[in-house]
């Protein structure tokens, strides 16, 4: 790319005018080649699932060695149960049972709507050390009609038969308190067997809506 550059730069004036010279058919064709290139590959769609009152959602295919990351996307994910926590958990039989050893660090902030009420601070009800309990990756989501929660989970290498597999999740829901809160969660799933399906749900009732897109990174 930088003799493509180069080429272009060596046919501009002094006032910033592109010559017809570095105008012609390989140019443009390598500029454009090289914008494929960078512009494609890196996401890969693998799965897409939508809530209608359902008690999980769970992800049993497509998590193998083809990717090093997947990546879910929760999209208005809304809690039937008012206050309701959203949680995941990790499966290496294929989804039989989900219950893997999880240690993790978990911390929030807010700001509610009337601007009356702010907070960062380390959330110990949000962490696990060495538990097989659901992890939480948000608290107290509302239920109301335009109530949800929307985020990020990465999880890397899940196929790996040596190291433990690791998870970073960064969700924003409307707290039902009308605040707006900001979750983040890491830590490990502490097992060196293959993990091959993922489970979401909530701490109380079903998901009455929502999205959860998983995409596997090139």
């Known amino acids: 790319m930088g003799t ?29 080649a090289y914008n494929a290139a960078i ?17 999980s959602i769970s992800f049993t295919s497509g998590i193998n060695s ?19 926590d959203f949680l995941f958990q990790g499966s290496t039989d294929g989804g039989s049972n989900y ?11 807010y700001h509610d709507e009337a601007d009356t009420g702010t907070n960062l601070s380390y959330s ?26 929307s985020g990020v989970l990465q999880i890397f290498n899940p196929a790996s038969t040596t190291y433990v597999k690791h ?7 409307y707290n039902s308190n009308d605040y707006s809160t900001e979750h983040f969660t890491a830590g490990y799933f502490n097992t060196t067997s293959a993990i091959n399906a993922i489970q979401f749900k909530m701490s109380s009732g079903n998901i009455a809506d929502g999205t959860i897109l998983m995409y596997g990174i090139v």
């Open 4 to 32: 493509i550059t180069r080429s272009f730069a060596n046919n501009i004036t002094t006032s910033g005018v592109l010559l017809p010279a570095s105008l012609n058919n390989n140019s443009i064709a390598n500029v454009t």
């Open 124 to 149: 110990t009800a949000g962490d696990l050390a060495q538990s097989t309990a659901f992890q939480e990756l948000s608290q107290d989501t509302g239920n109301g009609s335009d109530e949800c929660g």
């Open 39 to 55: 512009a494609t590959g890196n996401m890969v769609l693998i799965s897409s699932q939508t809530a209608n009152n359902s008690a």
């Open 66 to 84: 083809t990717y090093k990351e997947y990546q879910f996307y929760f999209i208005n994910i809304r809690p039937a149960t008012d206050n309701s």
């Open 167 to 173: 998870f970073i999740n960064n969700m924003n829901d």
């Open 99 to 109: 219950g893997l050893t999880i240690t993790s660090t978990h911390f929030s902030t």
